[in-house]
């Protein structure tokens, strides 16, 4: 309980730990374990190269014609990753009504529970680097959105 506290007030005494808990599912201990992680955002050119620095991407085999993609490459920081993917499963369950867990919600219907909550992990974490890159809080209206590889910008069914 003291170190829960501990945590609590450092958290909300640093001001970008403070933006990064406005996303759901994220907590102080979320927040300072991806900030030190992290260190300097300025490192990763986009949200997925930091994806990939935590090993929340599929990996790939691929031989001539032939690409298969892997489970996750489980690269980098193992603590941070399952943080994520703890702060994934928080939100799944406490804030059913945001637009970015309907979005996994949907991933669902397709793929499964537990992939959906990977997928809304990683979209976590590019909420995160967006947050501290831009220096803002979370907006649950871009929450779901994602942008394809050629730029484009969709957003979920109504």
Same mark, same amino acid.
């Given at each position: 309980?003291? /170190?829960?506290?501990?945590?609590?007030? /450092?958290? +909300?005494?640093?001001?970008?730990?403070?933006?990064?808990?406005?996303?759901?599912?994220?907590?102080?201990?979320?927040?300072?374990?991806?900030?030190?992680?992290?260190? $300097?955002? +300025?490192?990763?050119?986009?949200?997925?190269? %930091?994806?990939?620095? /935590?090993? /929340?991407?599929?990996?790939?085999?691929?031989?001539?014609?032939?690409?298969?993609?892997?489970?996750?490459?489980?690269?980098?920081?193992?603590?941070?990753?399952?943080? %994520?993917? +703890?702060?994934?499963?928080?939100?799944?369950?406490?804030? $059913?009504?945001?637009?970015?867990?309907?979005?996994?919600?949907?991933?669902?219907?397709?793929?499964?529970?537990?992939?959906?909550?990977?997928?809304?992990?990683?979209?976590?974490?590019?909420? %995160?680097?967006?947050?501290?890159?831009?220096?803002?809080?979370?907006?649950?209206?871009?929450?779901? $959105?994602?942008?394809?590889?050629?730029?484009?910008?969709?957003?979920?069914?109504?």
């Amino acid at each position: 309980d003291d /170190l829960d506290r501990e945590f609590a007030t /450092l958290a +909300q005494s640093d001001e970008l730990c403070t933006r990064l808990m406005t996303v759901p599912g994220v907590g102080p201990v979320t927040a300072l374990r991806f900030a030190s992680a992290i260190d $300097q955002v +300025q490192r990763f050119d986009n949200s997925r190269s %930091l994806q990939s620095y /935590l090993g /929340l991407v599929p990996g790939e085999r691929s031989s001539g014609d032939t690409k298969h993609r892997t489970s996750l490459t489980k690269a980098g920081n193992t603590h941070v990753r399952w943080m %994520l993917v +703890q702060a994934a499963w928080s939100a799944w369950r406490r804030r $059913q009504s945001d637009p970015m867990v309907q979005w996994a919600r949907q991933i669902a219907e397709r793929r499964g529970k537990h992939v959906a909550v990977v997928a809304l992990a990683r979209k976590i974490a590019g909420i %995160l680097y967006a947050i501290w890159r831009d220096s803002t809080c979370y907006d649950p209206s871009r929450g779901a $959105q994602w942008i394809d590889s050629d730029g484009v910008v969709y957003s979920p069914k109504s």
